[in-house]
């Protein structure tokens, strides 16, 4: 990366963007925004580059064509330190320590007190149960989190993301596997955070492209899109392809 400090004020955004791993096409000519306090969906069969697009986003990867723009500067020239200390990452496997929900969340940075886990674990909708605990936040949580229902830890993995205030979060199939009830939970969540960060949720599960602000559709090399959620299933419908996206050859 380079010595620019971003911010994250309007949008991440990607113009033009081609990426192929040796001759095998995923993305190109891929443009796609992802506005600041929104929840962006994007989903797609397995292969079809979205975590592709999650590893562009973070500067995992650098696209051959095309550029990463955070408001108004390239990816490129920005520093990839600063820029992942504003990021949130939720995997889609949840994985907790036997240890404190308080450590679960903090991870033991020092830099992290005790009302910063608090905040977070509100934030992530989980305070009410934790508080409910016999130790509140100094309860075990039990090995891989086994004393905690599915939806519970979900909230915990969430507010490990947010504890560090970034400003944007991304989810990688994290609602992938998790029953109905969890699931609900998980985007009851996102809804309360919408406005007050940045999401970007990779799935295929339809529940949270209903709550997106915009979704969008990979496969074959195509890019679908619905303005928001609340249109018709981007799982089953069909959508015209964005102009100036065409298929990978």
């Known amino acids: 990366g380079g010595d620019l400090t971003p911010e994250l004020k309007q949008a991440v955004r990607m113009e033009h963007v081609h990426f192929a791993y040796d001759d095998h096409c995923v993305l190109r000519d891929v443009s796609l925004n992802f506005p600041m306090g929104r929840i962006t969906a994007i989903v797609g ?92 936040m100094q309860s075990m949580v039990g090995e891989r989190g086994g004393k905690l229902s599915g939806g519970q830890r979900q909230r915990i993995a969430i507010a490990r993301a947010l504890v560090h205030k970034p400003k944007l979060l991304i989810l990688d199939e994290a609602t992938s596997g998790q029953d109905p009830a969890s699931e609900t939970a998980v985007c009851d969540t996102l809804q309360q955070l919408r406005g007050k960060l940045t999401i970007l949720a990779i799935s295929h599960q339809s529940a949270l492209v209903k709550i997106a602000d915009k979704a969008y559709r990979i496969e074959d090399g195509k890019i679908l899109q619905a303005e928001n959620g609340s249109e018709p299933d981007l799982c089953t419908a069909e959508f015209e392809i964005e102009p100036g996206v065409p298929s990978c050859a």
């Open 45 to 136: 069969p397995s292969g079809s580059g979205k975590t592709t697009l999650v590893d562009l986003t973070t500067g995992l990867l650098r696209p051959q064509q095309g550029e990463v723009w955070i408001d108004d500067m390239p990816l490129a020239q920005v520093n990839l330190k600063s820029w992942r200390r504003m990021i949130g990452y939720i995997p889609q496997e949840t994985i907790l320590l036997h240890d404190t929900v308080l450590n679960n969340v903090t991870l033991g940075d020092p830099a992290l007190s005790e009302a910063d886990a608090q905040n977070a674990l509100r934030a992530a909708g989980a305070w009410e149960f934790v508080n409910s605990m016999p130790e509140a």
